[in-house]
């Protein structure tokens, strides 16, 4: 019986083997289910999965381009710019010709100097701009009212340009009373008293009151002023003085 025994089964050495193998791999096959199970589940879903950052993100932005522009210094900017931006532009309608009549030729005021700079008529520039004569001219808007008649007449200038002083370098300085003489080319003379001084943004400027040439007769001083941009070279505001005829 024990000869029969020992040929027909292993011995008590070899079953231990055996059990020690199937032990590992019962153990192993437990740990590839259980890794199996943490990453996905039989149906395709997520489980239990850590969240996982890739060494390198995929990215749909073109690389940086590391070479460096050459570095220039910022131009030094202007002192002014002309007094009056596009959107302050009387429309089109009153830019017909008036009739002859005499023209302002020079200007007065009585509390800051004014009187060493001309008059001379101005217009529209192509681009629809008011024309503004250089920093030794002040512009009367010809399409506008004169000295003596109904309407506003526009006197424009400079606060400062290309380095130097504009005749209305001081125009934010003036003060309701101050006296105004206009000068015309006929040889008469028109005197006024300032009644308001003002700020408007460059988007502001009330056209209905400073672009006509119908109602009570009223002389218009604009310049540049308020805070300077200088990355647009370019007061964000404009001064504005208003004055009415006197005897």
């Known amino acids: 019986m024990e000869a029969l025994a020992a040929r027909s089964g292993p011995g008590p050495r070899k079953r231990r083997g055996l059990t020690i193998l199937a032990v590992v791999a019962f153990v192993v096959a437990g740990l590839l289910a259980f890794a199996g199970l943490r990453v996905g589940g039989g ?3 997520v489980l239990y999965a850590d969240n996982v950052v ?29 007094a009056l931006a596009t959107s302050t532009i009387p429309p089109a309608t009153t830019t017909t010709v008036p009739p002859p009549r005499a023209e302002p030729v020079g200007l007065q005021i009585s509390t800051i100097n004014v009187s060493g700079y001309p ?45 130097s002083r504009g005749p209305f370098s001081q125009l934010g300085t003036v003060e309701p009373g101050d006296q105004i003489e206009v000068a015309l080319n006929d040889g008469t003379t028109r005197n006024y008293q300032v009644t308001e001084r003002t700020m408007y943004g460059k988007l502001e400027l009330p056209k209905e009151r400073i672009w006509r040439n119908t109602g009570p007769e009223e002389l218009v001083l604009i310049t540049c002023g308020g805070e300077f941009n200088p990355e647009i070279r370019s007061f964000k505001s404009n001064i504005v003085v208003y004055a009415v005829p006197i005897a």
């Open 54 to 82: 890739a060494s390198v993100l995929p990215s749909t932005v073109p690389p940086v381009v590391t070479t460096s522009p050459p570095v220039t210094e910022p131009p030094a900017p202007e002192a002014s710019e002309p």
């Open 119 to 163: 008059v001379r008529s101005i217009g529209l520039q192509e681009n629809g701009q008011l024309e503004i004569p250089d920093e030794t001219e002040i512009g009367w808007y010809k399409y506008g009212a004169t000295a003596g008649h109904p309407g506003s007449t526009v006197l424009a200038a400079h606060v400062n340009w290309h380095g």
């Open 43 to 45: 149906d395709g879903s």
